[in-house]
């Protein structure tokens, strides 16, 4: 993975917005700027993220299904119930649920289902979320990324860390990222590493 490359998923891993990744620049390389920076200072940044927690997807992580599993893995993760985001330990989860050794040999939809579904039970069961698309939901509310936040919330609510107003649910997503009315699926992923960081303080 070149620098570029391991800096964008970086961001997008440690839910780093625009002015935040600036100002992280700038304290390393003092520009505020990827295309003014040299290789060795892109270099130097991607270690500085690397000390603040960016974990690189590892090597070999493959199969047409792989993606849907390490996106759920994360968000397992950032509900508190997963205690290693390694992919090798994902791989050791759909082992148990498949008996198969890695996603690469995920190549029938219905073993695949195995593992989306039982990583999906488990979050419900020890998260509460809430996977229904039903009509009687708000459209943003019928996202996943969306279904996990609330979650993430209701934990912190039951925490008493939040207020349990859905104002200040919704007061907050704008500010990390959009209204939930704008808020598409890829949208969630800063909101949910965001509550991610609290709810495993309460997990511990």
């Not at 625009?18 to 700027?33: I, N, Q």
């Not at 992580?61 to 759920?72: E, I, P, T, W, Y």
């Not at 649920?97 to 996603?103: E, G, I």
């Amino acid at each position: 993975m070149s620098a570029l490359a391991a800096i964008h998923a970086a961001r997008k891993q440690l839910g780093l917005d625009d002015d935040a990744a600036r100002d992280l620049y700038a304290v390393v390389t003092g520009k505020r700027s990827l295309r003014e920076m040299t290789a060795g200072e892109q270099e130097r940044v991607v270690h500085e993220l690397r000390r603040r927690g960016f974990k690189p997807a590892e090597k070999g992580l493959q199969g047409r299904f792989a993606k849907k599993l390490q996106a759920l893995w994360i968000d397992a993760w950032n509900l508190g119930i997963v205690r290693d985001r390694r992919d090798s330990a994902m791989l050791a989860f759909v082992k148990r649920q498949t008996n198969l050794d890695h996603t690469r040999f995920l190549i029938h939809a219905d073993d695949a289902a195995k593992a989306v579904e039982a990583l999906k039970s488990w979050m419900t069961r020890k998260a509460g979320v809430d996977w229904s698309t039903g009509a009687d939901r708000p459209m943003w509310l019928r996202v996943a990324g969306a279904q996990v936040a609330i979650a993430q919330w209701q934990i912190l609510v039951a925490a008493g860390l939040v207020p349990p107003s859905i104002m200040e649910f919704r007061q907050l997503v704008a500010e990390l990222a959009r209204p939930v009315d704008q808020m598409g699926e890829r949208d969630w992923q800063p909101v949910m590493n965001a509550l991610g960081a609290r709810v495993r303080k309460v997990a511990r």
